[in-house]
């Protein structure tokens, strides 16, 4: 039931991708909607690259051991040093938009610096309540936020103005609601009863708090370089893009990737956010029986619930390209991107796996640089590809980034439990097995489709 509520909250970034984009893509015409398509790299960037907090405040709270105190002053304390960082953002940026001139107003970066605030916030708050097992909470939360805050621009595009400063005011006020609404589910189900703070020898006080942070901040300085490293390559493939080519050309790639990223964002996130609490405590219990369970039981659900959904969705993906886009001019385009990476999106998915047992292990720092090199090659090739003019190239680029990631991210895993109990290992034969057996019966459909 737990993991159908944490699908359910995924139902509002299917229904913005599959109904609100394109309807987007109408209102505002492909120049505007190509601005809008990267402020959602942006917006999709920040919240990767928050410190490292969504990642340790995700851990910390799941860990054996730790208690009630503990939970909340982590929680705590990652809101303040997020906040801080986005106060420090603001005279900076006023700087520039007023050097810079554009038409890019100091409203819109305004807004766009509060958007992306209550979203990063929004997010860590998510990661808190899912570490405690209040999946519905979450769920729901995330659900109605998304719906709402797109349900509604598009609403305010449609009957207010087409404009790009209606879209980031409606986005970032509906933002700070659902980061408001996050934020008290989460003081009730974190904050500690007054005999918890006697325990924890403090009460709450802005110096607790930011000592807390600091040790958050040197606890995840290497998810930095990694939440940098995800956010660049997931992202500034579109800034390339946009940039090197135009933002028309931008439009039908943002849409396929858009599309291709529903195995790993819609379809395996859930499973991810479901498993990884109870692999993160199996571990930290050091109890290799529940490990190995949990680790298969994660492993299966993947396979079910997203590779097996991501063979089907690339048979059909050009009647299903059409029907979403409808007439849409750029469905060619989109259908033949689509046709390179989603094979590989699929395949990726299976790599929230190992990233669950390296979380465990606090082995943030081969996280950062393994993902640090991948991330400069991959985005060194994509700029070659663009400045060719061949978006195609990319779409193979990131299919092999995916893959390389997952094979990277396990042969790590194993490399940690040599000699020890041999969880990772099984995990990795297994996982190997899943997506070989899934790739044969993808190839399989298609000889006999074609017979």
């Known amino acids: 039931m737990d993991l159908c509520f944490l699908y359910a909250s995924k139902s509002g970034g299917f229904v913005v991708g599959f109904l609100l984009l394109p309807l987007f893509n ?18 999709a960037f920040v919240m990767l690259v928050d410190f490292g907090m969504s990642t340790v405040v995700g851990r910390d709270l799941a860990v054996a051991g730790a208690t009630p105190f503990q939970r909340y002053m982590t929680w705590r304390a990652a809101e303040w040093v997020i906040s801080l960082i986005y106060a420090a953002l603001i005279l900076p940026l006023s700087i520039a938009i007023w050097a810079w001139g554009g038409t890019f107003t ?30 519905v909470d979450a769920a729901s939360l995330q659900a109605v936020g998304v719906l709402a805050r797109y349900g509604l621009s598009a609403i305010a595009l449609a009957w207010i103005a087409p404009t790009l400063s209606c879209f980031i005011v409606v ?13 008290w589910r989460c003081v009730i189900t974190l ?9 924890g020898v403090e009460r709450e006080r802005a110096d607790s708090l930011l000592r807390t942070g600091m040790a958050l901040l040197r606890t995840g300085r290497p998810l930095i370089l990694l939440g940098l490293s995800g956010a660049a390559v997931m992202q500034l493939d579109k800034v ?59 492993n299966w659900l993947i396979c079910v619930c997203a590779l097996l959904p991501a063979a089907v969705i690339w048979a059909l993906r050009e009647p299903l390209i059409a029907l979403w886009l409808h007439d849409s001019n750029d469905v060619t385009l989109v259908t033949q991107y689509s046709a390179v990476i989603l094979p590989g999106v699929g395949l990726g998915a299976l790599g929230y796996v190992p990233y669950a047992v390296l979380v465990a292990r606090e082995d943030y720092q081969f996280q950062a640089r393994f993902s640090f090199i991948i991330t400069t090659l991959t985005l060194s090739a994509t700029l070659a590809a663009a400045i060719q003019g061949s978006l195609l190239a990319i779409c193979v680029i990131y299919a092999l980034y995916h893959n390389v990631m997952t094979i990277g991210f396990w042969w ?40």
């Not at 000699?419 to 995990?427: D, F, I, L, T």
């Open 26 to 43: 109408r209102l505002l015409g492909s120049d505007l909607f190509g601005v809008v398509a990267l402020i959602l790299t942006l917006q």
């Open 106 to 135: 100091q409203v819109d970066a305004l807004g766009c610096l509060v958007l992306f605030w209550a979203l990063t916030l929004q997010n860590i708050g998510q990661n808190a309540l899912v570490a405690r097992h209040r999946f």
């Open 171 to 183: 986005q970032a006020i509906v933002s700070v609601a659902q980061m408001l609404a996050t934020r």
């Open 191 to 199: 904050r500690p009863t007054p005999t918890d703070c006697i325990r």
């Open 240 to 298: 390339i893009v946009s940039g090197v080519m135009s933002p028309r050309d931008l439009a039908p790639y943002f849409l396929a990737a858009t599309f291709c990223l529903v195995p790993i964002s819609v379809l395996a996130a859930p499973v991810a956010q479901f498993c990884q609490p109870r692999i993160v405590q199996a571990i930290s219990s050091d109890d290799p029986a529940s490990a190995r369970r949990a680790l298969f039981q994660f």
């Open 412 to 451: 790590r895993s194993v490399q940690l439990d040599a000699g020890g109990s041999g969880v990772a290992a099984a995990g990795a034969r297994q996982a190997a097995l899943l997506a070989l057996l899934v790739i044969l019966g993808a190839i399989g459909s298609v000889a006999v489709a074609r017979i």
